[in-house]
């Protein structure tokens, strides 16, 4: 428990060794990813970065990630379960482009500094602390980025794995927290994750994290489909939070119901030590997934169980 009290109290070290980090590198990298993700890749200058989906043509999540700039590359930085795959998907649309692809997932690794404290121990470390949400700077052999996988704030280091001890020398500051307790957290704090809470059937538009979307950018894969939901209005179901009674959480997949029809399903759920509480995550017909609506989740009759509401991520 001391890296989950860390992270809501101090600073906690979160080891994220295991991403999976794509670079891509050549005159034609920044139209290729443009054409490709969901967010305006070709504005960004090298020191920036954002938050974006890569789709199918029928606008299905291949996954998310963070896209960085740099002077002479981007990198594409996403969860484990999906490198293998967009590297696959960016190399097959290669074709007479100017664009080099490189796997550092097994080269490089990365830890963050989360909880209200991290800028302290970034600054005894003498570490840079970019202030804008995904912009970055070098540090020692890698990079430092204003990013958090758990919602609480923080920033990421990348280093090349054979710097990795003298990284973290500086550290000692942090306590180490697992993968546990960066679970709770995350989900205390509505953040969803890809392969959790954000499948290949998914759309963008159901996940609420509008901040991974721009809607006048120009075509893109998946574009067609995002527009024709854009221009209806909604979609018919949305990821919201869930605030539950009791300390058993319900198995992912539970059924949600309101007034005996089924509304939705559970794709994360954890019990909060702070909250007291069950705290989830569920993709919920509208327009059940108002804040405050009284619902029923699927082995845990008689609780009082509550939507959160439609919890969109802006990165701290």
């Given at each position: 428990m001391q890296g989950y009290q860390a992270l809501h109290e101090t600073a906690a070290l979160v080891r994220l060794g295991t991403r999976g980090r794509i670079?891509?590198?050549?005159?034609?990298?920044?139209?290729l990813l443009h054409a490709m993700s969901t967010n305006h890749i070709?504005?960004?200058?090298?020191?920036?970065g954002c938050y974006a989906f890569f789709l199918t043509a029928q606008g299905k999540i291949i996954c998310d990630a963070v896209i960085l700039c740099f002077a002479d590359h981007f990198l594409i930085d996403v969860e484990p379960e999906a490198a293998q795959r967009i590297y696959e998907h960016l190399d097959r649309f290669i074709i007479a482009d100017d664009v080099a692809l490189e796997d550092r997932t097994a080269s490089w690794t990365a830890f963050s500094v989360e909880g209200?404290?991290?800028?302290?121990?970034?600054?005894?470390?003498?570490?840079?602390?970019?202030?804008?949400?995904?912009?970055?700077?070098?540090w020692n052999e890698g990079f430092i980025v204003r990013c958090s996988v758990t919602g609480v704030g923080g920033w990421r280091i990348s280093v090349p794995?054979?710097?990795?001890?003298?990284?973290?020398?500086?550290?000692?500051?942090?306590?180490?927290?697992?993968?546990?307790?960066?679970?709770?957290?995350?989900?205390?704090?509505?953040?969803?994750?890809?392969?959790?809470?954000?499948?290949?059937?998914?759309?963008?538009m159901e996940t609420a994290q509008e901040h991974g979307l721009h809607y006048s950018k120009g075509c893109y894969i998946g574009q067609e489909i995002v527009e024709r939901v854009r221009s209806r209005g909604h979609v018919n179901r949305l990821l919201a939070g869930l605030r539950l009674e009791g300390s058993q959480p319900p198995a992912a997949g539970a059924r949600i119901l309101v007034a005996g029809a089924d509304v939705g399903k559970v794709t994360s759920a954890v019990y909060s030590p702070v909250q007291g509480q069950i705290v989830g995550l569920a993709y919920l017909r509208v327009p059940h997934n108002s804040p405050g609506t009284a619902v029923e989740v699927e082995g845990l009759r008689g609780a009082t169980s509550r939507v959160a509401g439609p919890e969109p991520i802006a990165e701290s």
């Amino acid at each position: 428990m001391q890296g989950y009290q860390a992270l809501h109290e101090t600073a906690a070290l979160v080891r994220l060794g295991t991403r999976g980090r794509i670079a891509a590198a050549g005159e034609d990298a920044a139209r290729l990813l443009h054409a490709m993700s969901t967010n305006h890749i070709q504005q960004l200058q090298p020191g920036q970065g954002c938050y974006a989906f890569f789709l199918t043509a029928q606008g299905k999540i291949i996954c998310d990630a963070v896209i960085l700039c740099f002077a002479d590359h981007f990198l594409i930085d996403v969860e484990p379960e999906a490198a293998q795959r967009i590297y696959e998907h960016l190399d097959r649309f290669i074709i007479a482009d100017d664009v080099a692809l490189e796997d550092r997932t097994a080269s490089w690794t990365a830890f963050s500094v989360e909880g209200p404290r991290a800028a302290e121990v970034l600054a005894a470390a003498g570490i840079p602390r970019p202030a804008q949400p995904w912009t970055h700077e070098p540090w020692n052999e890698g990079f430092i980025v204003r990013c958090s996988v758990t919602g609480v704030g923080g920033w990421r280091i990348s280093v090349p794995k054979a710097a990795e001890a003298g990284a973290l020398a500086g550290l000692s500051g942090a306590v180490e927290a697992d993968d546990e307790a960066v679970r709770v957290v995350r989900l205390e704090e509505g953040r969803p994750r890809y392969g959790e809470d954000i499948f290949e059937v998914t759309l963008p538009m159901e996940t609420a994290q509008e901040h991974g979307l721009h809607y006048s950018k120009g075509c893109y894969i998946g574009q067609e489909i995002v527009e024709r939901v854009r221009s209806r209005g909604h979609v018919n179901r949305l990821l919201a939070g869930l605030r539950l009674e009791g300390s058993q959480p319900p198995a992912a997949g539970a059924r949600i119901l309101v007034a005996g029809a089924d509304v939705g399903k559970v794709t994360s759920a954890v019990y909060s030590p702070v909250q007291g509480q069950i705290v989830g995550l569920a993709y919920l017909r509208v327009p059940h997934n108002s804040p405050g609506t009284a619902v029923e989740v699927e082995g845990l009759r008689g609780a009082t169980s509550r939507v959160a509401g439609p919890e969109p991520i802006a990165e701290s």
